[in-house]
């Protein structure tokens, strides 16, 4: 699971404050993974500083660039409702939202997993991609990339194919996925 997800809904994340701050600001669609952490929680935060000192300079540049994108309700609502005719299907990771101020909030990609990580998206040359942190182990960041079907940030494939179909998942956390022909 991510942490994050736990983390934001419970308030113990800055991301409402730096919404706040950046009301006006159109440009503003996404949060600095570190700038969410910083100074809500230190035990994560030092994870996240652990791995940056620890990892490659591929690696590093990725954790500094990862975010969680911005969505109003509304806009996930949206995504939901194309969902609404189609067989949920089973998937260990997703996508989910939790609102921070208001009607807005943020998506941040999920999993079935027990142990705990930070997840947030990141850009791999031109392509978004997943980095996640495990809490425990040695201090290193995973980066998945897909070659078909992934994630869904506002209601789009983050890799589309041409024969995306959005999917609600299947279990007690909501969540989107996207789903391909070719898987
Ligand atoms: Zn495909
Ligand atoms: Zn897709």
Known sequence: ??????????????????????????????????????????????????????????????LRKSYLPVLRESEWEEARKITRHRQPVHSHRWVTFVPVAGSDGLTAPDDDSPREKLSAFTDVGHETAVLSVSLTGPPVAEIIENAHCTLPVRGKCLRGCGSCELHEVMGQRSGLVCICEHI
Not at 33 to 45: D, G, K, M
């Open 1 to 62: 699971m991510n942490l994050l997800v736990r983390l934001l809904s419970e308030g113990q994340t800055t991301a409402a404050y730096i919404k706040k701050r950046q009301l006006g600001d159109k440009h503003a669609n996404h949060v600095d993974l570190f700038q969410i952490l910083s100074t809500a929680n230190s035990t994560a935060y030092k994870r996240l500083r652990d791995v940056e000192e620890s990892t490659t300079p591929e690696v590093q540049d990725a």
